[in-house]
């Protein structure tokens, strides 16, 4: 069961304190006994939109609301790379190496998120092969503009915003 992966603890520095089942993740929000691990990609074409998909409405987590391009959470002993090229993948259906893919950075947990998001970005005009299982639409958005939706309170997974700023920042 895919809510059954085991993922690696961290601690506030992002090093490896222990392991933890995907299922009960969400109570270290509350608890802050340690973090997960998170990896982010946004794809840009070349005007410099972003590809962003709608969630389904079936999704425990913001349902109907905005999403990166991939997300996946860090198996336990896997790199953040690794997720991303396996998640691209599965989400995407693109098999992506990792010199299709720059690095961005990695967003800290904060009050609002309990886990680390690396970013990267994947350059591509395309729209992939989503699963519809995970995604029922999508838009191309710049990303200033999209920060301003996400800021008026647009339904979204918690890392949209941060992860684009991030991005902004470079």
Do not use: C
Not at 6 to 20: A, C, E, F, Q, S
Not at 47 to 66: C, Q, S, V, Y
């Amino acid at each position: 069961m895919k809510d059954d992966e085991l993922l690696d603890l961290v601690d506030k520095n992002d090093n490896v304190i222990g392991t933890i089942w995907r299922s009960e993740s969400s109570s270290l929000d509350e608890t802050k006994a340690g973090y997960i691990r998170a990896a982010t990609a946004l794809i840009q074409n070349d005007n410099g939109e972003l590809w962003i998909p709608r969630r389904t409405a079936d999704k425990r987590i913001a349902p109907n609301g905005l999403d990166s391009s991939m997300q996946e959470h860090i198996g336990s002993g896997e790199s953040y790379l690794e997720a991303t090229i396996r998640g691209f993948k599965e989400e995407l259906n693109l098999d992506v190496t990792e010199y299709q893919l720059e690095y961005i950075g990695t967003v800290s947990p904060d009050d609002e998120l309990y886990y680390f998001v690396a970013l990267y970005v994947f350059k591509s005009n395309d729209v992939p092969k989503y699963n519809p299982n995970d995604f029922v639409g999508y838009e191309w958005i710049k990303p200033k503009e999209l920060i301003t939706r996400l800021e008026n309170g647009e339904l979204s997974k918690k890392s949209l915003l941060s992860t684009t700023k991030l991005l902004l920042q470079k």
